[in-house]
């Protein structure tokens, strides 16, 4: 495979680092989800229902914040923005284990609201670091960091909760979190190029300028992949569990992961781009049949791998997407509000998924979450095809114009 891409990438100054904090930081606030479930289970002795909504609050106040913050950080710059989310997470965190559910509900949204902006952040960062041409292999890089801060997150939080107790561990996370962000304040990554930076304070472009329909297809094919893996979380824990496999789940999971890195690592290796929507579509059907292998543990491992495999490379294609598509002044709201589909997209899948799964069976949570992903690929489609007839036209019309001579008059 030709490493060349990644090496041509990491070579350029700052990216190593942003990379490697990137991994550090999203750890902790990866572990937040699993961490606030096992406190109101067993702390709060509330229900998994009560646990959900609590992950919800925080999930809408995310969604909500992301272009709020990233429009403030557009405006003010990184680090105003650091310290504003830096505070609120250490202020909910260490006050979350005293707080009655009915507290922390409200403190939960706010949370969300104000929550670190690290997801975002890091891939604005790569969009100032890297030239346009070389942003494939860094998204991919950084799609794959995602991927393992997911599978370490969520299982340190579930070996510090076993081992310690859950509202130990809720101020470990906070701390976590507001380390990363120091982390990330000492960093202090570039939000801009240096060639955006050199031009001075852009004028504010209008948000019906840039929010165009190919930016909004970007993130419905986000909102919509994310929908697929939310979906085939739960439904790969209720196959497991119809079959009395739940054993194997941190394998099934973890077989579905790597393939997710290798997919990622090879998308960031080959030379040509694929579009967002044909990567998600392509996720979305082999996603559909997935179920048909759930009569044994080993077989929806081997059934998960070519869904695994568009995991990565669909996330990475949507981020280098928008960082091309968006204005470099409005780049950071653009990216919050990538960030919200995301988010958006795996609310939606789970809860969707175990719907369908409590009213049929666990196969249809593959099936019927891969189907609505495929529906909107298809929806999206036609802007897609549009783009490549302009950018065909574009390409002619530039290879018909002749080059200048000596007796061509030219304008300077």
Same mark, same amino acid.
């Given at each position: 495979?030709?490493?060349? $891409?990644y090496r041509e990438a990491l070579a350029?100054?700052?990216?190593?680092?942003?990379?490697?904090?990137?991994?550090?930081?999203?750890? *902790?606030?990866?572990?937040?989800?699993?961490?606030?479930?096992?406190?109101?289970?067993?702390?709060?002795?509330?229900?998994? &229902?009560?646990?959900? =909504?609590?992950?919800?609050?925080?999930?809408?106040?995310?969604?909500?914040?992301?272009?709020? #913050?990233?429009?403030?950080?557009?405006?003010?710059?990184?680090?105003?923005?650091?310290?504003?989310?830096?505070?609120?997470?250490?202020?909910?965190?260490?006050?979350?284990?005293?707080?009655?559910? /009915?507290?922390?509900?409200?403190?939960?949204?706010?949370?969300? =609201? =104000?929550?670190? *902006?690290?997801?975002?952040?890091?891939?604005?960062?790569?969009?100032?670091?890297?030239?346009? +041409?070389?942003?494939?292999?860094?998204?991919?890089?950084?799609?794959? !960091?995602?991927?393992?801060?997911?599978?370490?997150?969520?299982?340190?939080?579930?070996?510090?909760?076993?081992?310690i107790s859950a509202r130990l561990t809720?101020?470990?996370?906070?701390?976590?979190?507001?380390?990363? &962000?120091?982390?990330?304040?000492?960093?202090?990554?570039?939000?801009?190029?240096?060639?955006?930076?050199?031009?001075? $304070?852009?004028?504010?472009?209008?948000?019906?300028?840039?929010?165009?329909?190919?930016?909004?297809?970007?993130?419905?094919?986000?909102?919509?992949?994310?929908?697929?893996?939310?979906?085939?979380?739960?439904? @790969?824990?209720?196959?497991?569990?119809?079959?009395?496999? @739940?054993?194997?789940?941190?394998?099934?999971?973890?077989?579905?992961?790597?393939?997710?890195?290798v997919g990622g690592f090879a998308y960031?290796?080959?030379?040509?781009?694929?579009?967002?929507?044909?990567?998600?579509?392509?996720?979305?059907?082999?996603?559909? *049949?997935?179920?048909?292998?759930?009569? /044994?543990?080993? #077989?929806?491992?081997?059934?998960?791998?070519?869904?695994?495999?568009?995991?990565?490379? %669909?996330?990475?294609?949507? !981020?280098?997407?928008?960082?091309?598509?968006? $204005?470099? !002044?409005?780049?950071?709201?653009?990216?919050?509000? /990538?960030?919200?589909?995301?988010?958006?997209?795996?609310?939606?899948?789970?809860?969707?998924?175990?719907?369908?799964?409590?009213? !049929?069976?666990?196969?249809? &949570?593959?099936?019927?979450?891969?189907?609505?992903?495929?529906?909107?690929?298809?929806?999206?489609?036609?802007? +897609?095809?549009?783009?490549?007839?302009?950018?065909?036209?574009?390409?002619?019309?530039?290879?018909? +114009?002749?080059? *200048?001579?000596?007796? %061509?008059?030219?304008?300077?």
């Open positions: 495979m030709n490493m060349k $891409p350029l100054p700052g990216l190593r680092s942003l990379l490697l904090v990137a991994v550090l930081a999203r750890v *902790p606030l990866t572990a937040t989800g699993v961490t606030l479930t096992f406190y109101v289970v067993q702390d709060l002795g509330r229900g998994y &229902g009560a646990a959900g =909504l609590v992950g919800a609050a925080i999930t809408v106040g995310a969604a909500v914040g992301g272009p709020l #913050l990233g429009r403030l950080v557009d405006r003010r710059g990184l680090r105003p923005v650091l310290v504003l989310t830096a505070v609120a997470e250490a202020v909910f965190w260490s006050a979350a284990p005293m707080l009655s559910y /009915h507290l922390l509900l409200p403190a939960a949204f706010l949370a969300g =609201l =104000l929550a670190l *902006p690290i997801f975002s952040v890091i891939r604005q960062s790569i969009a100032a670091l890297v030239p346009a +041409e070389k942003r494939r292999p860094a998204y991919a890089l950084d799609s794959m !960091s995602v991927e393992l801060s997911f599978m370490i997150g969520p299982a340190l939080a579930t070996v510090g909760v076993t081992t809720l101020y470990l996370v906070g701390a976590g979190i507001v380390v990363a &962000g120091v982390v990330l304040w000492l960093l202090n990554p570039p939000v801009r190029s240096a060639a955006e930076a050199s031009t001075g $304070p852009q004028p504010r472009v209008a948000r019906r300028q840039w929010l165009t329909s190919r930016l909004v297809a970007v993130f419905a094919v986000s909102a919509a992949a994310t929908l697929v893996l939310g979906g085939t979380d739960v439904a @790969v824990i209720a196959v497991l569990r119809e079959n009395g496999d @739940v054993g194997f789940t941190g394998v099934v999971l973890s077989v579905w992961a790597v393939a997710s890195l960031g290796a080959v030379h040509r781009s694929f579009s967002a929507v044909a990567l998600m579509g392509a996720l979305s059907l082999c996603t559909i *049949p997935v179920g048909l292998g759930g009569s /044994h543990w080993w #077989l929806l491992c081997l059934a998960l791998i070519p869904a695994g495999v568009l995991c990565a490379p %669909t996330i990475a294609a949507t !981020s280098d997407a928008v960082s091309r598509l968006a $204005p470099a !002044s409005v780049r950071g709201e653009a990216m919050g509000m /990538h960030g919200s589909a995301v988010t958006v997209g795996i609310a939606v899948g789970a809860p969707l998924a175990g719907a369908v799964i409590d009213a !049929s069976a666990p196969l249809w &949570g593959f099936a019927v979450t891969g189907a609505i992903g495929a529906l909107v690929a298809l929806a999206v489609l036609p802007i +897609e095809l549009r783009r490549r007839r302009a950018d065909i036209a574009t390409t002619a019309r530039a290879s018909d +114009e002749p080059a *200048p001579t000596a007796l %061509t008059p030219t304008t300077s």
